[in-house]
């Protein structure tokens, strides 16, 4: 038992207030029906303060009495978990999504994860596994070597090695001037063979956004952390410095094929939710709906994958049911100031649009002795209105084409850029270009 920090009033079922009752503890075990589970107390808030509607017990099932199979289930709840950082999820996480808390503990989020089908595989293709030279460090670096390899070894995420091969280490520097340990796999990288397998474009993944207006993000905990160094290739990430040798067990970030493996992992997990509602960037979910009510069934089906999938984020990292969400990347003040400029340079009369599958849309192309460019349009209740813009130099062999063959490449090419936004047209698009050149392949 431990006590709550404040007492909370009981509103018993019939709505009435009790001044008498009160939630002061929670309880982590207690035993029901001669069966002993781990539970916690759900404390719902009501209007905005502290009152109780409904004490909700979580088990591992729901059944009583208990099953044969209960001893198998999975307890949501880790002995380690704070009371203090169970009350901050409740706090922070909308009571719809409580049933899901335990995808977003901490304690269940820095431990290590599971092997999957999935683990990171390092194929060197027959090439040595390549030994780099120790780097000399500062005395602030050398200082702070100690604490995060420590840390890292107590979390289970790297262990003590022998091994012949090793890279050296070395220090970036963090926004806030604190330093970053960093493994330089430059020579591994080099003779690895590389994964094809690519994160999604980034601007494919902000047109889906068009017409949701409620948003919620999730960030997975440990980002490439979450994934296992396959069983057998750990040597090959063993890195060196003044304490001795390590290698790690858990997926480092500066290997290649890291961006690749994760972006699998996700794709594998989401690959059947409709992209109507749900986009996975490496570490970043979004989910997006167009009314309330749908958007707590869309979020409350991405933590039931996650929690199936063994996959945990934290509660404060998230965001739930907001109107605007930074994703992909943040805007601070110097940024925005920057993209102000480059709109206000290039899109002051045509203001970008959200591409619309439904609306009527024009590939306009232009094409000069050295340079091909685009625009993208479509025809809104407001008029024309840019989608996107593009160009690009000739190549060396198209300096050589006709005139004709200029004009009908800069309409090919461009057809090429966006043929996922014109495939997926419920009608026609016209093309709009030079015309004169090409009436010699009439």
Not at 400 to 426: M, P, Q, R, T
Request: glycine fraction near 4%.
């Amino acid at each position: 038992m431990s006590e709550l920090t404040e007492k909370i009033p009981l509103i018993i079922p019939d709505s009435s207030e009790s001044p008498s009752l009160f939630v002061t503890h929670h309880a982590r075990y207690m035993s029901l029906l001669s069966s002993r589970d781990e539970v916690f107390k759900e404390i719902q808030d009501v209007g905005g303060d502290n009152s109780v509607s409904s004490l909700h017990l979580f088990f591992g099932h729901i059944d009583l009495p208990c099953s044969s199979h209960c001893d198998s289930l999975e307890q949501l709840w880790d002995e380690e978990e704070e009371p203090e950082e169970i009350e901050t999820m409740m706090k922070v996480v909308p009571s719809v999504y409580h049933q899901y808390l335990d995808v977003l503990s901490k304690v269940k989020a820095e431990k290590l994860p599971p092997h999957r089908a999935c683990d990171h595989h390092i194929n060197l293709e027959g090439s040595p596994p390549p030994v780099g030279v120790m780097y000399s460090l500062t005395n602030q670096e050398s200082d702070t070597l100690r604490d995060p390899i420590s840390e890292n070894v107590e979390q289970g995420l790297i262990w003590p090695a022998s091994s012949s091969t090793g890279a050296p280490v070395l220090f970036v520097k963090k926004k806030d001037g604190g330093l970053r340990l960093c493994v330089d796999f430059y020579k591994l990288n080099a003779v690895t063979r590389k994964n094809k397998y690519h994160v999604p474009p980034m601007n494919q993944l902000l047109t889906v956004f068009n017409g949701s207006s409620i948003f919620s993000k999730i960030d997975l905990c440990g980002a490439y952390k979450i994934l296992i160094i396959k069983e057998g290739d750990e040597h090959l990430t063993c890195f060196r410095n003044k304490y001795g040798s390590h290698e790690y067990l858990v997926m480092p970030f500066e290997l290649t094929n890291a961006p690749a493996s994760f972006q699998t992992l996700v794709n594998n997990i989401f690959y059947d939710l409709p992209d109507s509602y749900v986009v996975v960037y490496l570490d970043e979910i979004m989910v997006f709906s167009k009314s309330e009510e749908e958007h707590a069934t869309h979020v409350s089906t991405a933590l039931a994958r996650l929690r199936a999938n063994t996959l945990f984020s934290k509660a404060p990292k998230c965001l739930f049911h907001v109107s605007s969400v930074e994703y992909l990347f943040p805007l601070d003040e110097e940024a925005l100031r920057q993209f102000h400029q480059l709109k206000e340079a290039f899109t002051i009369a045509p203001i970008l649009s959200h591409f619309d599958p439904s609306l009527p849309t024009i590939v306009e192309t232009s094409a000069s002795d050295y340079t091909l460019g685009a625009v993208l349009s479509q025809i809104w209740d407001s008029g024309k209105n840019a989608i996107a813009f593009d160009s690009r130099k000739r190549l060396p062999a198209e300096l050589n084409y006709e005139i004709h063959d200029k004009e009908l490449l800069g309409i090919v090419w461009a057809l090429k850029c966006w043929s996922a936004f014109l495939l997926s047209l419920s009608s026609s698009f016209e093309v709009l270009t030079n015309h004169s050149s090409l009436q010699y392949f009439m």
